[in-house]
């Protein structure tokens, strides 16, 4: 026979732990437990100022206003004008979410139990943000639909401190696809340089952890492609990055997408050829420019992150007829301003572009020409006593060995305009 749905409730949150609370603050909690949202509301302030050990009392309260059999029928929200009771009843599970979020810690266990719960009303709130009440009409339009989700997103942060939550969170579907829609809104209206916290919010998010089914959700909610993922992300990075001043400021936006593109990619969870569509390359060198300006190790360890992303894209595909483009794309003006951050440079990997990607590709026309316009671009660079400097040196006079010898043949009419870029010398 099955339990009582009673005895199935963990024991901090049945409603009987109500009974020690003062006799005032009691009569309001049970009132506001049953359904009353003025009740719910007069209970905000004692919560916050109520000693710590007992804030966990009106728990029972906030887990019985976020039971999921009170969710309205969709019928009854797809209006403008809920009845009085839907809004109560919507209003009681958004002011027990913002309530949750104030206490500093849950017990361990009650993290997952009140998971399940808060995100079935997450999701509601979400979709239904237009029947809230508000003062303003503003929780209507779209920036008031994006400013409701920070404050759920903000709550999911919230449980994802705990581990056992955090596992949950994972395999939640949704939550990403929330995070994806917001992130497309701040990057839409670049929203970085005004302050917005949603910016922040998407930053914790895929600044962090980040798992194969992650991507998958937010190339689904983004459009169903890695070529939207890598529109989104490359827009991104050149909104944060593309002077020193703007990068300075909005270092942890900078940190956030270099470090999901590294973690994707470290796992082999992107595709190259849509970021290299996007103008990846060419974005990390514009935001390597600007970061070795930048003095101190956060700058330092995001070139070093931002070398490795080029280097991904450069040499996971070592046929030489991808080097023109990385070339054109600014491969060396990256080397060179990765090169002039002195705490930068020290472990960085220049070799493998250096030594072991570019001169085999030197035999190539169509790679020579672009090598000659890309040296005239950092033309004016000094590395000598740079931790480049013996790769660079080798480099550069080979590059220009070549490039003597591709001149010769030119001024001898010996390529013509009919012979492929793509032969060797």
Not at 66 to 81: K, R, V
Not at 187 to 208: D, P, Q, S, T, Y
Not at 279 to 296: E, F, H, K, S, Y
Request: a positive charge; charged letters at 20%; hydrophobic letters at 45%.
């Amino acid at each position: 026979m099955a339990l009582p749905v009673a005895t199935l409730i963990h024991p901090d949150l049945h409603l009987d732990k109500l009974s020690r609370l003062p006799p005032d603050l009691r009569r309001i909690a049970k009132l506001a437990a049953g359904g009353s949202y003025e009740s719910l509301l007069r209970l905000e302030r004692p919560v916050r100022e109520s000693p710590k050990i007992r804030r966990p009392l009106f728990l029972p309260v906030f887990f019985a206003n976020l039971d999921p059999a009170t969710i309205p029928d969709p019928d009854d929200l797809d209006t403008n004008e809920p009845s009085p009771a839907v809004s109560s009843t919507l209003m009681r599970a958004f002011v027990s979410l913002q309530a949750l979020e104030s206490y500093d810690e849950l017990a361990p266990e009650l993290y997952s139990i009140f998971w399940p719960r808060v995100w079935q009303w997450i999701e509601v709130l979400d979709t239904y943000h237009f029947c809230l009440k508000s003062k303003s009409s503003s929780h209507k339009t779209e920036a008031g639909q994006y400013a409701n989700r920070v404050h759920f997103l903000q709550k999911v942060l919230w449980f994802r401190e705990n581990e056992q939550a955090l596992e949950l969170i994972y395999a939640t579907y949704g939550v990403w696809m929330m995070v994806a829609q917001l992130w497309r809104y701040c990057v839409k209206h670049n929203l970085f340089e005004r302050g917005f916290a949603g910016c922040r919010v998407v930053g914790r998010f895929i600044g962090g952890s980040i798992t194969a089914a992650n991507v998958a959700e937010i190339v689904d909610a983004l459009g169903g492609t890695q070529m939207d993922l890598a529109n989104l992300a490359v827009k991104h990075l050149q909104l944060v990055s593309r002077n020193p001043l703007v990068a300075t400021t909005l270092l942890p936006d900078v940190y956030a997408v270099l470090q999901f593109l590294a973690s994707a990619a470290r796992q082999g969870l992107l595709l190259r050829g849509p970021f290299e569509a996007a103008g990846l390359v060419r974005t990390l060198a514009d935001t390597a420019d600007a970061l070795r300006r930048i003095p101190g190790s956060d700058a330092a360890h995001l070139l070093q992150v931002a070398w490795n992303l080029i280097l991904w894209v450069a040499t996971r595909n070592v046929l030489w007829s991808w080097v023109p483009s990385l070339l054109r794309a600014g491969l060396l003006r990256a080397a060179v301003a990765c090169a002039g951050h002195s705490v930068a440079a020290q472990t960085m990997d220049f070799q493998r572009v250096f030594t072991l990607a570019l001169p085999p590709a030197l035999v190539y026309i169509r790679v020579l020409q672009r090598v000659g316009r890309a040296l005239r671009e950092v033309r004016t660079a000094n590395l000598h006593g740079s931790t480049i400097a013996n790769e660079w040196t080798a480099f550069v006079a080979l590059a220009e060995e070549r490039l003597e010898v591709l001149k010769f043949f030119e001024s001898q009419k010996r390529v013509t305009k009919g012979t492929c870029s793509y032969e060797c010398l």
